[in-house]
């Protein structure tokens, strides 16, 4: 008998029973650190692999806090933004409607000439929805009234295919978002070179 009243191989029995209990807790624990770890790593190469896809630079300190601030379950993976220096957090007018953008190359795609070759609506409301929602601004020419913009989108189009783009140059016919997005992107960058 113990001093507590209990018997020895009693007492033994517990013990064993309270350290294969704790011994399991600490298993689990492991078990989800490791998991965690997995899952942010995980995300934040699924993050790097869809900026790469995009043709956008990857900055890790943005990718490892986006992948450790993920709420576990989440099936969207979402482009991590890039950290601001404090000398570049100035407020900012924004340019005529457009939204102020967090970095040169941003804000330097919103200031790209945009000609969008188009019809009445509804016929070309996707590309105008699309330009409204990223505050681009862009100059709207209808083809069955003008003549001159006609003229300029047969140039671009000569099948007829509406809607039809003019950004700073660079001419295509037919809404594709990445394909819009690219352009802004290398005018933004020429511009940027100047």
Not at 168 to 186: C, H, I, K, N, S
Request: glycine share 6%.
């Amino acid at each position: 008998m113990s001093p507590d009243g209990t018997c020895v191989r009693c007492r033994r029995e517990a013990d064993e029973a309270a350290d294969a209990l704790e011994a399991a807790r600490v298993r689990r624990r492991q078990t989800l650190v490791v998991a965690g770890t997995a899952a942010a790593a995980l995300i934040a190469g699924a993050i790097a692999f869809a900026v790469q896809l995009r043709g956008r630079p990857v900055h890790a300190a943005a990718t490892a806090t986006a992948a450790a601030s993920a709420p576990s379950g989440t099936s969207r993976i979402e482009t991590p933004l890039a950290p601001l220096e404090p000398a570049k957090v100035v407020a900012e007018p924004a340019a005529q409607g457009a939204t102020a953008a967090a970095t040169p190359l941003d804000r330097a795609m919103h200031a790209v000439p945009i000609t969008l070759y188009c019809r009445p609506p509804p016929e070309c409301e996707r590309a105008r929805a699309w330009l409204r929602d990223g505050s681009y601004l862009y100059r709207e020419r209808n083809v069955d009234v003008d003549p001159t913009a006609a003229a300029a989108w047969k140039r671009i189009a000569p099948d007829g295919t509406v809607p039809a783009f003019d950004v700073d140059g660079q001419t295509f016919a037919g809404f594709d978002p990445d394909r819009v997005t690219g352009a802004l992107e290398y005018a933004g960058a020429r511009r940027l070179q100047r």
